[in-house]
């Protein structure tokens, strides 16, 4: 009896964690894509600084205070590469990049001559400082779960009082604000929010690829459990049963049935990956026939693997093939692949009967639908006419390499 | 016939050997680990040691500390233990057991089945759905220094011609350096350049050659295209194979990279 407990328990979802389906694989996913452009953020920055230097009137100890504070931005660049950036890494660090976001305005209404500083309508003295870190914060998911709905109230907030704080400086160092100032400050405002919305937006295309990625999963999940339950778990009771009832025959009979569930999941699941093994392929279809027909020849492919339309394909065709060789009486086949010009050829040989005349022009038999799908994606199934029954037949499939609509490289 | 069985499923195994020794009056012991296996081997002769492939709790331990290296390949050490490490370890013997590798067809072992094949002319397989009349078959044949292969294995053989792995894989010191940082999940050259010691410069360098010798073993492999990418993902894939202890201490990287 323990061996079934243990079989089950092994087999319950339980026993290994899953990939967990909800915000926390989303916030996940975001996370690494954030991973580097935090460091373009910083880049991005320490240009604008340049160009202040370069276009307003400071003194020398001003220029050599913003070029080291560019200089700076570089270099904060540089780490953030390899260790992250501070959205990237969480705690306190996205505070200390928003500081001196906060401090721009103030500090360069400090370091331009009196009443310089919004003179310009364009826009303010280094407007373009913010933009970077406000796309930044608007894309990452850097708000907590609990404050998620009004979390774009916290995010627009933010921006708006990057996007106006200029004016007010202009107002207290000023002592007045006019027109040029209004008009400027308006400047920057448009391109923060523009920063901003555009952020937002990359942020939730991806939040939404998550999401989606996150239900193929879960569907996954369902049918795993689907499968775990119905074919596993019905099986163990079926043999549990079987043993207290000492029915030895039901015992035999629902392990029997556990294993052709077993090896029907990894051939599902071997065509799955996105590269296919194409000795794993071979190895499970002659796992499933090698009870009731000789395997004479198998191709040795070591490592070989194909792209997984292909894959799919060739697993359906040895599949179909295999099977057509024992139903019509096949007492042994021959199974040989090989891989040239951009094509995949697999042949299996046996010593049933000669196939029927047109035999692949029946549109209800399988080798017709074999035939259709191989020819859909560019290749083709070829019946080897043979006059004499004792001869071997031969069924070759060609399948290319890259199939048709497949957008997969590499 | 002394026989060693080397698995860890102590359950299957301690059966499986059961039934060898009354079926087939062998003199079968068992060894949960490959650790446990070399030291017996070291104690007693056998005639045959039937090793599985991979050990489930040795390669899942591993994996973290796979997983958390990222500054240097030492942090690696020691390397993850297989079925390899005992075929190694009986080939330096005096006198050396024959070997059957008892194997399930998965593609995270093709390699160590190419390299068992081709590095400790192992000819006799078979697979974990084997009968024990078979493994008995088996055995026998490589204790006659026969070849046997299960039908379910035997495509995962190297095929004829195909160039030995270590000359496509290993032929370059630096590559088996540059392997194994890839393997431990390195996908920037930069990374790579800090686990390895090598610069930057070499390790871009190195990518066209090993992504060439990569597509002559997996002919779907484009060479010429995202040569890091193609790699890295083909290290992962076969992480257990390219941080192997045995594979190690067959094709060792030099320690200190271009500092040397």
Redesign the interface.
């Known amino acids: 009896m323990e ?1 079934f407990d243990s079989m089950a328990e092994a087999l319950s979802p339980s026993s290994r964690a899953p990939v967990p389906l909800n915000a926390v694989m989303t916030r996940t996913t975001i996370r690494s894509l954030v991973g580097r452009v935090e460091s373009v953020a910083f880049v991005i920055q320490a240009f604008a600084i340049f160009s202040t230097i370069n276009a307003d009137k400071l003194s020398h100890n001003e220029q050599t205070f913003m070029i080291g504070f560019a200089v700076l931005h570089l270099v904060v660049g540089a780490v953030t ?2 260790f992250g950036g501070p959205f990237y890494r969480g705690s306190f660090w996205p505070l200390l990049w928003f500081a001196p976001v906060f401090s721009m305005p103030v500090m360069m209404a400090a370091f331009v001559p009196p009443g310089d500083y919004g003179i310009s309508p364009v826009c303010p003295q280094l407007c373009g400082y913010p933009v970077s870190p406000v796309a930044i914060a608007a894309f990452y998911p850097w708000i907590g779960n609990q404050y998620k709905p009004i979390s774009l109230w916290i995010k627009g907030a933010i921006a708006a009082a990057i996007a106006l704080e200029p004016l007010i400086v202009m107002r207290v160092v000023n002592g007045t604000i006019t027109s040029y100032n209004v008009r400027g400050t308006l400047a920057q405002a448009i391109m923060v929010g523009g920063m901003w919305a555009a952020g937002e937006a990359i942020g939730r295309i991806c939040r939404r690829a998550a999401a989606s990625q996150a239900e193929l999963l879960r569907k996954e999940y369902d049918r795993q459990f689907g499968y775990l339950h119905s074919d596993i778990e019905t099986g163990l009771r079926l043999a549990e049963m079987g043993y207290r009832d000492h029915r030895p025959d039901q015992v035999v009979q629902a392990l029997k049935e556990l ?1 052709t569930a077993v090896l029907e999941e990894r051939m599902r699941l071997s065509v799955a990956q996105q ?1 296919v ?4 392929v ?3 279809h ?2 499933r026939i ?1 009870q009731v027909v000789s ?1 004479q020849a ?10 997984q339309p292909t894959g799919a394909l060739l697993s359906r065709a040895l599949g179909d093939l295999l099977k057509n060789s024992i139903t019509h009486g096949a007492a042994s086949v021959w199974i040989d692949f090989r ?1 040239s010009a951009g094509l995949v050829h697999l042949e299996v040989a046996d010593d049933a009967p000669p196939f029927p005349p047109r035999a692949a022009d029946d549109p209800t038999g399988s080798l017709f639908k074999l035939r259709e799908a191989l020819r859909r994606a560019g290749g083709d199934l070829i019946l080897e006419a043979s006059t004499s029954e004792s001869e071997r037949k031969a069924a070759q499939v060609t399948i290319p ?1 890259t199939p048709h609509g497949w957008a997969g ?2 | 016939m002394r026989v060693l069985v080397v698995e860890d499923h102590q ?1 299957y195994a301690g059966l499986i050997c059961e039934k060898l020794a009354q079926g087939f009056q062998y003199d079968v012991e068992l060894a949960l680990t490959p650790d446990d296996a070399n030291g017996r081997l070291a104690e007693r002769s056998y005639d045959v040691v039937v090793v599985d492939v991979l050990y489930r709790a040795l390669s899942e331990s591993y994996n973290a500390v796979r997983e958390a290296a990222r500054n240097s390949l030492s942090e690696l050490e020691p390397y993850n233990l297989s079925g390899l490490a005992t075929l190694h370890h009986a080939s330096t013997l005096e006198r050396p057991p024959a070997a059957v590798i008892w194997t399930s ?3 995270n072992r ?2 160590h ?2 390299l068992a094949h081709q590095e400790f002319r192992v000819r006799s397989y078979c ?1 974990k ?1 084997s009968s024990v009349e078979e493994i008995a078959r088996a055995i026998e044949a490589a204790a006659a220094r026969r070849s046997h292969v299960d ?10 011609g ?1 160039l030995p792995i270590r000359e496509v894989l290993f032929g370059d010191t630096k590559w088996r350096a540059i392997w194994r940082a890839l393997a431990a999940g390195s996908t920037a050259h ?1 990374v790579t350049a800090r686990m390895t010691h090598y610069d930057q410069g070499t390790i871009r360098k190195c990518m066209s050659p090993m992504a060439l010798q990569l597509a002559t ?6 060479p010429r ?2 040569q890091m ?2 790699l890295s993902s083909y290290a992962v894939f076969h992480w257990e194979f390219f941080l192997d202890q045995a594979v190690h201490e067959l094709f060792p990287h030099s320690t200190t990279g271009w500092r040397a």
Do not use: H
């Open positions: 061996v590469v390899r294993s590269y093994s194409v000795a794993e071979i190895g499970l002659i796992r090698r395997v198998i191709p040795r492919v070591d490592v070989m693997t194909v792209a891989v390499t490289r590499g | 359950q067809g998965d593609p093709a390699l089945l190419v697979s759905e039908s379910a294995i035997k495509a995962f053989l190297p095929r004829p195909l930069e073993l997996d002919p779907r492999i484009n295209k995202q990418n193609v």
